[in-house]
């Protein structure tokens, strides 16, 4: 990093439950903070509905947030996450919530972090999960809204413009590792199905080399206890499996105001001097 009172680079990750930040963008986020960038978090809900336990032990929504929070705080450890905040949403039901206020809460994140880049899921929630879909979609809208100082929010901060934002963008070599590991990734709502929809590689603009950093990500996986019966085929998978699921993530640059060339291997690009730290 070059100037003494430069700030660090900030990275805020907009996600939905506990475990999204470790299964999802663990790796960019155990990476950047290895490199000094200060790295965020705002999850929207505690997880309250991932139970994949016997159901008698199941301890209810208001128990199982609470353990999931915790969990959420220790895996944040792991990945060196300077700072995590919870919205308070009931997970699934973050569609059915006032988008406008999710927006204004996001905005008042946004304004108050002061990232250079935003990652959120993608526009069909990686496999069609309606909170992920929904965080997306209010992520998308709010970094727009924290850069216009038309738009308030209670807090009233000053607008700040988020330089590159980021969805989450599954290959499908990715996908079918997730599917050895976790069985098919397929949800019912209002009656049809919806399954995991990967990105071609010509639609990716990212390729992140995480892999010097799979183990930390698979400690912070592991932080996540309560959703271990859920993980038990990834706990056996031999270690080359861990390496594809978390060894290189890709992503869609939705926008960017600083210059950039594709294909990317760095979120910073353009933000930051090239080859950083
Ligand atoms: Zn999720």
Redesign the pocket.
């Known amino acids: 990093m070059s100037g003494g009172t430069a700030r660090s680079p900030r990275l805020l990750c907009i996600?939905?439950?506990p475990?999204?930040e470790s299964l999802g963008v663990g790796g960019i986020l155990a990476k950047y903070a290895a490199q000094g960038v200060e790295t965020y978090l705002v999850t929207a809900t505690r997880g309250e509905k991932g139970w994949f336990g016997p159901p008698e032990d199941n301890p209810g929504p208001t128990e199982l947030g609470r353990i999931r929070e915790s969990e959420l705080k220790e895996a944040a450890k792991v990945l060196g996450l300077r700072e995590v905040n919870l919205l308070d949403y009931h997970d699934g039901e973050l569609e059915k919530a006032d988008q406008c206020v999710l927006t204004q809460q996001l905005v008042g994140h946004i304004r108050r972090i002061r990232p250079d880049v935003v990652v959120t899921f993608d526009q069909n929630g990686v496999y069609g999960?309606p909170?992920?879909i929904a965080a997306t979609r209010a992520a998308t809208a709010a970094v727009l809204g924290a850069a216009d100082a038309g738009f308030s929010e209670p807090g009233r901060l000053t607008p700040h413009t988020v330089s590159k934002l980021y969805y989450f963008a599954w290959t499908d070599e990715v996908r079918q590792a997730y599917e050895a590991a976790f069985g098919e990734l397929v949800m019912q709502i209002n009656g049809v199905e919806r399954r995991a929809v990967p990105w071609p590689h010509w639609a990716i603009s990212t390729w992140i080399d995480t892999s010097a950093h799979w183990e930390t990500v698979w400690e912070a996986i592991k932080c996540h206890c309560s959703q271990l019966p859920g993980y038990q085929k990834l706990l056996d998978l031999p270690e080359e499996y861990h390496r594809v699921l978390w060894g290189r993530l890709t992503f869609h640059r939705v926008l960017t105001l600083v210059p950039t060339t594709d294909p990317e291997d760095d979120l910073f690009a353009g933000i930051r001097p090239s080859g950083t730290p």
Do not use: I, S, V, Y
Request: glycine share 0%; no cysteine; charged share 40%.
């Open positions: 996600l939905a439950h475990d999204d999960h909170d992920h």
